[in-house]
């Protein structure tokens, strides 16, 4: 055990650092007081600004650690799929078990009837996803899924547009901003990074003006913006290209920038005033799809291209709609349009990543050779335009994989799913068919901490350890990059293992060699000295944190704005691509070369709308990282689930505050209690993502889990679009 060395009245108390890295991007440092090797007090960084503060999640790990009912001991299925029966076994007997299907159905069917999905967890870099991956690819190979989840519009649009996935600035350049437009992002909960609330609070000090553009009153509008603007969901592209209408028509379009930094802006020209389609894109026009009035609409382009430098952060939310891809583009090119791009205080959009933050350890685990049977083209954010079909699935598209293998059109017929961190069945697109997929499967084995809607589902469960019952590290930063070492604080609880652990075993029945071999401090320590800016492995340990403070902040893409002639963009044309022939090429009709507003399928102007009338979203709650801690109740207690509803929408439905309802569409059903508020635009209603799906005996979800009512499609450049769906609400 490492003591920090503080004065304490309780000799018998170590303060130990570690780092909490569940799955929101933050990897804040925590404080853990350890007494007699129970973990009795959490606190987090008192160090030096800008520090590195950890949320009321990690606050809250102890009573997730010793919650009652975290998994304790290996267990088989005995009931139906989903029933939640199982009987304690031996570790010995699991892994028999698992590693006896692994063999049968690789010798059967090939290694690719092996699915494996792996999900979040911890964002930690040991005991992570790569654990599982080495294993089955030392053992032939196996399946995978593609599409980030989280932002694969912004991936595919930054990859189209600057050839490069990331390009935002650092969040300590936010105080140089004279307006900032947080565009369906909401920092003050989603941490993602750490830390940018502080500098949005130092920018509004300087005299920043914020505005927020989200369906949704956000937090963090609510501490620091000037201006709350609702928007319609999947109608943002709308909103942008009537913005770039209004600054060609009053001319504060910057134009040298386009002519020195662009190749394409004539043609999206053509478009926004009407040359191509006859339809100019006003912000009358936008007005009717958005829901935004034409003046507000008219105000903020002025106002972003006139107060300057501006820096428009575009989440990823609104990005996880039918035609995510669009809205990124359309982004980029306002920020382009208004020079807002490699300069100070400014923001390249696109991906809200800093393409500086390297300061990171490598990964100490690799595939070991690659996987066998992956073949074909990757998937399309990496290939442009896509090549032979590949032989990854995309995740949206997993239970109908499943469901119909080869003969619909899929590259395989699967028949063992191996999950690992991952609640798939709660996290993932159209609940009920999810299900049903699971069903079909010949195994399921789950590595677990509780019995979550998918455990249920498992064959064999895999109790895990906490990260605070194994040595890791993670990193993060969107400002100061930073690399914190998890320290091991307790032994682990009841027979849990670590991942490492779990597939070092299964690797001994398979008869692996090499595929560990050293404990996690040996994978841990080679790792940091293969890293000559982490310093000796022993101090980082000791002190938990390390920061890289850079010496100015970094703005994305300000090599390429002050030096195009020697740093040109990594694009075909060398520049920013507002029209790319690479997608032109593609002649894919809902990818067009330049960004463009296209209707959403499952939006207002859908016939659905008549049946399923309101918008529906999942916003990411502050209680959760997704699903996780959603079984705390002392968290529980902080935000109730509740199908959010404004009441403009709840008077004329008979609804009021706390009333029991029905959101429903042809996809499923939940049964839910309704919190009537104004900070929810009216036609739009939200159940925040990650509640566990807990289906009554008429299979109506009385958790409140979104996807019981999303739909399992994807943009056609691979956004996840659970922000794309219709609902009723009704009395229940
Ligand atoms: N507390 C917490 N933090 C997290 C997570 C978590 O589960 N909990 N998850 C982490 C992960 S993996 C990710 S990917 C990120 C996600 O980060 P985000 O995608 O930024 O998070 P969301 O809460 O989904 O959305 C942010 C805002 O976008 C708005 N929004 C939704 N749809 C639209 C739209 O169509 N247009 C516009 N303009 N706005 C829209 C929502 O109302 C919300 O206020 O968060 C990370 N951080
Ligand atoms: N409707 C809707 N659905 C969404 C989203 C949305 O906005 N709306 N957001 C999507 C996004 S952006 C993402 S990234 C995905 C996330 O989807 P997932 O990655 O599936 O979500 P998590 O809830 O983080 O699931 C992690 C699971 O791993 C288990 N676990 C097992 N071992 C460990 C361990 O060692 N450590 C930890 N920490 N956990 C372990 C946890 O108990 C938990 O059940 O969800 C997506 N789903
Ligand atoms: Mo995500």
Redesign the pocket.
């Known amino acids: 055990m490492v003591a920090t060395g503080m004065s304490q009245p309780d000799e018998s108390v170590a303060i130990v650092p570690t780092g909490c890295s569940?799955?929101c991007g933050g990897a804040c440092l925590l404080r853990v007081h350890v007494k007699d090797g129970k973990i009795t007090r959490i606190e987090t960084d008192n160090g030096d600004q800008p520090q590195i503060r950890a949320c009321l999640r990690g606050r809250a790990y102890r009573q997730r650690v010793y919650a009652p009912d975290r998994l304790q001991y290996p267990m088989r299925r005995t009931g139906e799929r989903g029933e939640g029966k199982f009987e304690r076994i031996s570790w010995d007997e699991a892994l028999d078990a698992v590693a006896g299907e692994l063999n049968r159905v690789k010798e059967t069917y090939g290694p690719a009837a092996i699915l494996y999905v792996s999900?979040?967890?911890?964002l930690s870099m040991l005991?992570n996803w790569k654990t599982v991956h080495r294993l089955l690819c030392m053992h032939g190979g196996c399946s995978m899924m593609w599409g980030y989840?989280?932002n694969e519009g912004a991936t595919y649009a930054s990859m189209a547009t600057y050839g490069h996935p990331a390009g935002g600035s650092t969040q300590d350049d936010l105080p140089n901003s004279q307006t900032i437009i947080l565009w369906g992002t909401n920092p003050a909960v989603t941490i993602q990074g750490a830390g940018t609330s502080f500098f949005l609070a130092k920018a509004r000090e300087a005299g920043a003006r914020i505005i927020s553009v989200d369906p949704y009153y956000t937090e963090s509008a609510a501490i620091c913006a000037d201006q709350w603007i609702p928007i319609r969901p999947g109608t943002d592209t709308a909103m942008l290209v009537a913005m770039a209408h209004v600054l060609i028509e009053k001319g504060l379009a910057d134009q040298h920038f386009l002519d020195t930094y662009t190749v394409g802006f004539d043609r999206f020209k053509e478009y926004v005033l009407g040359d191509e389609d006859g339809v100019a894109k006003t912000p009358d026009w936008a007005e009717t799809i958005t829901g935004v009035s034409a003046d507000t609409i008219r105000d903020l382009a002025i106002e972003y291209a006139t107060r300057k430098p501006a820096a428009l952060l575009d989440g990823w939310?609104a990005g996880?709609t039918a035609y995510g891809e669009q809205f990124h583009r359309a982004a980029i090119t306002l920020a382009a349009m208004t020079g807002n791009i490699g300069i100070s205080g400014g923001n390249a959009p696109g991906s809200l990543s800093a393409a500086a933050m390297t300061f990171r350890v490598p990964y100490p685990i690799s595939s070991g050779g690659g996987n066998p049977i992956e073949r074909g083209s990757s998937p399309r954010k990496y290939a442009l335009p896509p090549g032979a079909p590949g032989t990854r699935i995309h995740n949206s598209d997993i239970a109908d994989a499943i469901l119909k293998g080869k003969s619909g059109g899929f590259p395989e017929d699967y028949k063992f799913l191996y999950l690992n961190?991952?609640?798939?069945l709660?996290?993932?697109?159209n609940t009920n068919k999810a299900m049903e997929a699971f069903r079909k499967l010949d195994f399921i084995v789950a590595?677990?901490?509780?019995m979550?809607p998918?455990a249920k589902f498992a064959d064999i469960l895999l109790p895990?350890?906490?990260?605070m019952e194994r040595n890791d590290m993670a990193s993060s930063g969107q400002h100061t990059a930073f690399v914190v070492y998890m320290n091991k604080l307790i032994a682990p609880l009841h027979e849990s293992k670590s991942?490492l652990d779990i597939c070092t075993g299964l690797a001994e029945k398979l008869g692996i060699d090499g595929y560990s071999g050293k404990t996690d401090e040996e994978w841990l320590r080679d790792a940091v000295s293969k890293s000559p800016g982490m310093g000796d492995y022993d101090s980082l340990r000791k002190k938990g944190l390390q920061k890289s403070t850079l010496a100015e902040p970094h703005v994305g893409f300000k090599h390429q704005i002050e030096d195009p002639e020697n740093n040109p963009f990594p694009t075909p044309s060398g520049k920013i691509e507002i029209y790319s022939q690479q997608l032109a090429d593609m002649n894919h009709p809902k990818i067009p070369p330049i960004p463009k507003y296209i209707e959403t399928w499952e939006g207002l102007t859908d016939p659905l709308a008549k049946t399923y009338p309101l918008q529906f979203i999942?916003i990411?709650s502050k209680r959760r990282?997704?699903?996780?801690f959603d079984n705390i109740p002392l968290l529980k207690e902080t935000e109730p689930q509740q199908l959010w509803i404004n009441p403009i929408d709840a008077k004329p439905r008979g609804i009021n505050q706390g009333d029991t309802v029905e959101v429903f569409n042809d996809r499923g059903k939940v049964i839910i209690s309704a919190r009537l508020t104004e900070r929810i635009m009216p036609g739009v209603v939200n159940l925040s993502?990650?509640a566990w799906f807990a289906p009554d005996e008429n299979g109506a979800d009385r958790g409140g889990n979104?996807?019981t009512l999303?739909k399992d499609d994807y943009s056609p450049g691979g956004a996840?679009a659970?922000?794309t769906a219709l609902v009723q609400v009704g009395k229940h």
């Open positions: 569940n799955h999900g979040g967890g911890d005991h989840a989280s939310a996880r961190s991952n609640n798939f709660n996290q993932f697109p590595h677990e901490q509780f979550t998918t895990t350890s906490t990260f991942h999942s990411h990282a997704h699903s996780q993502e990650g979104p996807n999303t996840f659970s922000n």
